[in-house]
């Protein structure tokens, strides 16, 4: 079974498309799969737009009631996730933001790593067209050498992305080492960083594979804050080393 997992906050204009996207690409790349939106106290039409694809797809749409934040909503659709799954070592979440910015037609190579061995594919950007925010272009940039040394898979070229797929059986590891404990603590796209570190130890083989990212798409002002990212993702290097986890750490990119 193939779980898209979508955080959702005020994304309207968006998240209809994209569902409709991933309907099409699966037609043509048939797999089981189930799609679970989390709602995360949407103040738009979000769930109005929502509620005509639940007949259509195989959706579940979880209502976050008031908003927590980007972490937690990945957290949660984890969660929920892993307690669905019923083959945990065949079965494969992907994560995927509900902006559109990110392309559906990657999904199949995404599946198609995890089948041939690996345990984590992450989606890296290597081409961004000219809408990229320069804050983002500079933090994808600096924040390989904040990384250096941690614990982040050697196969991790792109940290902050959050459009990765999982073994199912990575991440139940994953959260059983945690006892119940929260699974993210930072928030924003250091939490993507943070995910990473966790999955690390449990995955054999993690995988970049080079995609395009169209912020042409993106029909709201972006959320991504560059200084807050480098500041969170400086404070949670510093606790992975501490944390004496063994430092791998990601490939510099240019």
């Known amino acids: ?14 998240v209809g498309l994209l569902l409709w996207r991933i309907r099409r690409v699966m037609e043509e790349f048939p797999r089981d799969y ?22 259509v797809l ?16 990945v957290e949660r659709l984890i969660r929920e996730t892993v ?29 198609k790593r995890i089948e041939g061995g690996a345990d984590v594919v992450e989606a890296s950007i290597v081409s ?3 809408n990229v925010p320069r ?7 600096g924040l390989p050498f904040i990384l250096r040394g941690t614990a982040i898979p050697e196969g991790a070229k ?32 250091a939490a993507n960083v943070e995910l990473l570190a966790a999955v690390g130890p449990h995955s054999r083989r993690t995988e970049g594979l080079e995609v395009r990212r169209r912020f042409e798409k993106r ?18 290097s510093r606790r992975i080393r501490g944390s004496g986890q063994p430092a791998t750490g990601p490939e510099t990119t240019a």
């Open 219 to 236: 029909q709201r002002e972006s959320r991504f804050r560059p200084w807050n990212t480098f500041v969170d993702v400086w404070n949670l």
């Open 83 to 111: 307690s669905r799954a019923s083959h945990p070592k065949r079965d494969i979440l992907i994560t995927l933001q509900a902006d559109f910015t990110e392309a559906p037609e990657d999904i199949p190579a995404l599946i």
């Open 135 to 141: 804050g983002l272009r500079w933090t994808r940039k």
């Open 1 to 14: 079974m193939i779980y898209f997992c979508i955080p959702a906050f005020n994304e309207a204009p968006t």
């Open 58 to 73: 195989p959706l579940s749409v979880i209502r976050g009631g008031q908003r927590r934040g980007y972490a937690a909503a």
């Open 158 to 189: 792109d940290p902050v992305s959050g459009y990765r797929a999982y073994r199912v059986s990575v991440l139940k590891r994953t959260l059983s080492d945690r006892s119940g404990s929260p699974l993210l603590s930072t928030e924003g796209w």
């Open 128 to 130: 961004e067209g000219e």
């Open 34 to 55: 189930e799609i679970i939106v989390l709602d995360d106290g949407s103040t738009d039409n979000t769930v109005e737009v929502l509620t005509p694809y639940s007949r």
